[in-house]
């Protein structure tokens, strides 16, 4: 079955810092690969997507691409700041398009503090 | 606009009771998602609709858990005869359509406890 896999956490970083979050996952056929966040006291939203091979989803200064040679999806900020404290969670789903894009497989989450 | 509502934010219960969770999608979504989130973990599948049907219940852990959206918007998630083990925060979600690459909206969530 499909499973995705999130470095351990919780990161803690100066603000200014560069951010990595490692995310890899095991799927059949081509899934489509997304990084959720969930503020304090709020609902998980969408951060980015991609949904084929080698794409690159950004947002809010967040990036990552989707590398199906190493099934690999991590997520990179070159500057965080304090309002980036949050729970980041990397998800897949199958292909765009098909008829189960909607039910999504989880990673476990990653609980990122910024410091001032 | 409004997002996707859940209701009640919090509910406490003992175990064997009943309980219900009530979801409002945003409206004109057409493709309804619950999930189940244990402390630390990341959100689990349990049920989604189409319109009015369940068009896949595989996650749903067993008979006891059983969920309805009788006329394509508002979905409630029903617990037959609940244990400490359902504790969780419960969460719904809604999509504009479930093919397409429309993104979904979690709500903010129940979270059940059954002690």
């Known amino acids: 079955g499909n499973s995705v896999t999130q470095m351990e956490g919780p990161v803690t970083l100066s603000e200014e810092a560069f951010l990595t979050i490692n995310c890899t996952y095991t799927a059949t056929g081509y899934p489509s690969l997304f990084w959720y966040v969930q503020y304090p006291g709020e609902g998980l939203q969408l951060l980015l997507k991609?949904?084929?091979?080698?794409d690159k989803g950004s947002n809010k200064g967040f990036e990552a691409t989707y590398r199906k040679e190493t099934t690999s999806f991590h997520l990179e900020k070159g500057s965080v700041q304090v309002s980036d404290s949050a729970v980041y969670f990397c998800a897949l789903s199958a292909e765009a398009g098909g008829t189960s894009y909607g039910k999504l497989t989880f990673g476990q989450g990653t609980i990122l503090t910024v410091h001032p | 606009g409004a997002g996707v509502s859940q209701t009640p934010s919090n509910k406490v219960t003992e175990k064997g009771k009943y309980v219900e969770l009530r979801c409002d999608p945003i409206?004109?979504?057409?493709?309804l998602y619950w999930y189940r989130q244990s402390l630390g973990q990341g959100p689990e599948f349990l049920i989604y609709?189409?319109?009015?049907?369940?068009?896949?219940d595989s996650g749903l852990p067993n008979d006891r858990f059983f969920a309805v959206r009788p006329e394509g918007s508002v979905s409630t998630l029903k617990i037959q005869r609940t244990e400490r083990g359902d504790s969780a925060m419960y969460l719904c979600a809604s999509s504009l359509n479930r093919v397409t690459n429309s993104p979904l909206h979690f709500g903010n969530g129940t979270r059940l406890t059954v002690t």
């Open positions: 991609a949904t084929k091979a080698d």
């Open positions: 609709f189409q319109g009015t049907g369940a068009a896949d």
């Open positions: 409206s004109g979504h057409t493709a």
